[in-house]
């Protein structure tokens, strides 16, 4: 139910776009969330924009270089990725809770996930 693409290669200090489509309805009902995933690390939260107000919250790791978008009309949430570093490196998947759900850090609390889309941030 969750489709993400955007991922692909790109040198330090570059940027991407990450674009994740949703097939559930109405779209604006949901809290969408980007999660991302190094090699032998744990899937860790990164961006989430609320479904009511769209009130947006990012990891620290991520703040102020990281920007979360959604577009209720094409049921699509971006996220924008300016100053990438080589640590952003991973598999970046899109998710949501159950509808109506709040924004949670926590993977456990998110019901819906998108394949990932591979980023690789090198020179």
């Known amino acids: 139910q969750l489709q993400a693409s955007g991922g692909g290669v790109v040198q330090p200090g570059g940027s991407l776009r990450l674009s994740c489509a949703a097939s559930?309805?109405?779209?604006?009902?949901?809290?969408m969330a980007w999660f991302r995933q190094a090699p032998g690390k744990e899937r860790e939260f990164v961006a989430a924009?609320?479904?009511?107000?769209?009130?947006?919250y990012y990891s620290d790791s991520v703040k102020g270089r990281f920007t979360i978008s959604r577009d209720n009309a094409k049921s699509t949430v971006y996220l924008r990725m300016n100053s990438l570093k080589p640590e952003d490196t991973a598999d970046y998947y899109c998710a949501a809770p159950r509808q109506f759900g709040e924004v949670a850090t926590q993977r456990e609390m998110y019901v819906y996930w998108g394949q990932g889309t591979q980023v690789t941030v090198s020179s």
């Open positions: 559930f309805h109405p779209f604006v009902t949901y809290t």
């Open positions: 924009i609320s479904w009511k107000g769209a009130s947006t």
